[in-house]
T-cell receptor
Framework: LAKTTQPISMDSYEGQEVNITCSHNNIATNDYITWYQQFPSQGPRFIIQGYKTKVTNEVASLFIPADRKSSTLSLPRVSLSDTAVYYCLVGDGGSQGNLIFGKGTKLSVKP | SAVISQKPSRDICQRGTSLTIQCQVDSQVTMMFWYRQQPGQSLTLIATANQGSEATYESGFVIDKFPISRPNLTFSTLTVSNMSPEDSSIYLC?????????FGSGTRLTVV
């Protein structure tokens, strides 16, 4: 499974757009990019998954450049409740769930 | 997506004892996964539990310390055996929904 590198922490203010970038230089052809969100005292929650270009859902957007060596999770207009740790994972979309987590990015949203 | 019920939610245990954590899923799943999250750290996969066969353990985890049962397609248990303070962690079960994993709320274990 490809290793990922993310910033350890980020600060933002309510109403701002937050972009968290993840590097995965040795991503394999069949690897997907998946992001999870974890609040304190809870298990991680799936946010979004993509393979290339752009994916958008009701929570976030995921931007993946053509070389797929990085990806950016975009959270529009964050609120205090978006304060959490965000994990970027790269692996075979059909790996059936044995996920390998990196250190994640701790996002702090301030009023 | 699947709903996972995990219990106990927390426990404080004496060293040398064992604790069994239960994970119930509201739908049938082929594989269930057990993770450990040590204080302030990321998640580490302990093992993958298949129904009808022995669990597959990741490097650094052994069956004698973390025996797993998987009696049917909706249920699994993880036992933390002969506990020491180093086993104090959050233990989570997880299933693959086909669109990412769903996690239980975790069991916060403190060993004293």
């Amino acid at each position: 499974l490809a290793k990922t590198t993310q910033p350890i922490s980020m600060d933002s203010y309510e109403g701002q757009e937050v972009n968290i970038t993840c590097s995965h230089n040795n991503i394999a052809t069949n690897d997907y990019i998946t992001w999870y969100q974890q609040f304190p005292s809870q298990g991680p929650r799936f946010i979004i998954q993509g393979y290339k270009t752009k994916v958008t859902n009701e929570v976030a957007s995921l931007f993946i450049p053509a070389d797929r060596k990085s990806s950016t999770l975009s959270l529009p207009r964050v609120s205090l409740s978006d304060t959490a740790v965000y994990y970027c994972l790269v692996g075979d979309g059909g790996s059936q769930g044995n996920l390998i987590f990196g250190k994640g990015t701790k996002l702090s949203v301030k009023p | 997506s699947a709903v996972i019920s995990q219990k106990p939610s927390r426990d404080i245990c004496q060293r040398g004892t064992s604790l069994t954590i239960q994970c119930q899923v509201d739908s049938q799943v082929t594989m269930m996964f057990w993770y450990r999250q040590q204080p302030g750290q990321s998640l580490t996969l302990i093992a993958t539990a298949n129904q009808g066969s022995e669990a597959t353990y990741e490097s650094g985890f052994v069956i004698d310390k973390f025996p797993i049962s998987r009696p049917n397609l909706t249920f699994s248990t993880l036992t933390v055996s002969n506990m020491s303070p180093e086993d104090s962690s959050i233990y989570l079960c997880s299933v693959d929904t086909g669109q990412g994993n769903t996690f239980g709320s975790g069991t916060r274990l403190t060993v004293v």
